[in-house]
């Protein structure tokens, strides 16, 4: 009998995998990943992923399917790979996204180690995205539900990884999801989706750094497009590129963030049509279809979570860096987002955008 350890978060999409894993005759324990107590993050959300809340939906599921629960303790590794990520990125002038630095490290490295560990032979989550095998690759398929597709999060997983991983969920719809879970009677069948960071539940993250980090980010000078200062900025991890509210200024006519630097402490402000931009770089990638890309290579490409993909050609500079070049110009290209590449249903790869 195959062995599955389940992510449970304690939220319903979670709980179904692990019901859909047992009902196809997998040994399965639950496990949820302890990430941070709300008193190190400043926080008192009893709602959090990793709240006892959470945790005590999770066990509640796992001992009414009848298997084994238990929490680990991943706290250190989440701090480092994710909360300090998360600062850094945005002290440097980007734009991070928690959720893929957790996957990459967290929940695919330190969960699969622990799948490792107890001799176990697949890790399983709620992820609505589907892994398939052809010609001895593994592919990573976007999930049925359009409006729930998740690949673009998982786009750093690896050949190793994918051959231990199941997400029972690809194939499915949220509504079914949550039908099953009321049909089996699960206490989460209509919990509330949570939309935010889990680390900073009231979306506030500027807050969240400076209280983390408990340093002041200095003022500088809002630029304009020709470098000439039109205004002071109230710190930079205050800016993300495409902004156009809170910027404090009034100019009587929109403005928008178009880029953030952080060298010499400035923020360029611009009209919307200068948010546009035909090509980026990213690093840090990692292929899932293909070992390399050979040429130009035509795909279709995503630059954030909510944008929808668009045609482009990739080219491979080296190892570690592509260069994406889109048909149309794309708003709002963003330093420290993920760019994933697309062939039809399939994940070819992605980077992060520098």
Same mark, same amino acid.
């Given at each position: 009998? $195959?062995? @599955? ?11 179904? /995998?692990?019901?859909?894993? $047992?009902?196809?005759g997998?040994?399965?324990? &639950? ?19 990793? !709240?006892l809340? &959470?945790v ?5 599921? /796992? ?5 084994? *629960? ?5 706290k ?5 790979k994710?909360?300090k +990520? ?5 002290? +440097? ?20 180690? =622990? ?6 032979? *697949?890790v ?5 995205? !589907? ?13 049925a539900?359009?409006?729930?597709d %998740? !690949? ?7 050949q190793? %990884?994918l051959?231990?991983?199941?997400? #029972?969920? &690809?194939?499915?719809?949220?509504? =079914?999801?949550r ?9 989460n ?20 750094? =400076? ?6 980010? #200095? =003022? ?6 020709? $470098? +000439? ?13 495409? %902004?156009?509210?809170?910027? &404090? ?7 928008y963030?178009?880029?953030?630097? #952080?060298?010499? +402490? ?9 948010l ?12 899932? !279809? ?10 279709? @490409? ?7 993909? %668009? #045609? ?19 708003? @709002?290209?963003?330093?420290g987002? /993920? ?16």
């Open positions: 009998m $195959k062995k @599955a350890i389940i992510a449970m978060s304690g939220g319903v999409d979670s709980s179904v /995998a692990a019901y859909l894993m $047992k009902n196809k997998f040994e399965c324990i &639950g496990a949820t990943m302890k990430l941070f107590d709300n008193d190190d993050i400043n926080i008192n959300n009893e709602k959090s992923c990793c !709240s809340d &959470g005590e939906d999770a066990r509640s599921v /796992a001992n009414k399917l009848g298997i084994p *629960y238990y929490v680990f303790n991943f250190a590794d989440f701090n480092e994710v909360i +990520n998360f600062i850094q990125t945005y002290e +440097n002038g980007g734009t991070p996204n928690p959720c893929i630095e957790c996957n990459r490290n967290l929940k695919f490295k330190k969960l699969m180690d =622990k799948m490792k560990e107890l001799e176990f032979d *697949y399983v989550t709620g992820h609505y995205a !589907s892994v398939e095998e052809k010609d001895g690759r593994f592919l990573l398929k976007r999930g539900d359009s409006n729930k %998740q !690949s673009y999060v998982l786009y750093s997983l690896t190793e %990884q051959s231990h991983i199941i997400f #029972p969920l &690809g194939d499915y719809n949220k509504s =079914k999801i039908e099953i879970a009321e049909q089996q009677g699960f206490l069948a209509h919990k509330k989706e949570s939309q935010d960071i889990c680390f900073v539940p009231d979306g506030d993250y500027v807050s969240f750094i =400076k209280g983390y980090t408990n340093k002041e980010y #200095p =003022k500088g000078n809002f630029i304009d497009i020709e $470098k +000439n200062v039109i205004g002071q900025h109230q710190g930079i991890i205050n800016y993300t590129v495409g %902004q156009r509210k809170g910027l &404090g200024v009034a100019f009587g006519e929109p403005r963030v178009c880029s953030v630097n #952080p060298e010499n +402490n400035t923020v360029t402000l611009g009209k919307n049509e200068d546009f931009s035909t090509e980026l770089i990213a690093k840090d990638i990692n292929l899932i !279809s293909v070992d390399k890309i050979n040429g130009e290579m035509r795909v279709k @490409a995503k630059v954030r979570y909510k944008h929808t993909e %668009q #045609p482009a050609t990739v080219i491979q500079l080296d190892e570690d860096t592509i260069k994406v070049v889109f048909d149309e110009p794309q708003r @709002a290209i963003t330093k987002q /993920a760019v994933v590449l697309y062939d039809g249903d399939y994940v070819v790869g992605g980077g992060t955008i520098i």
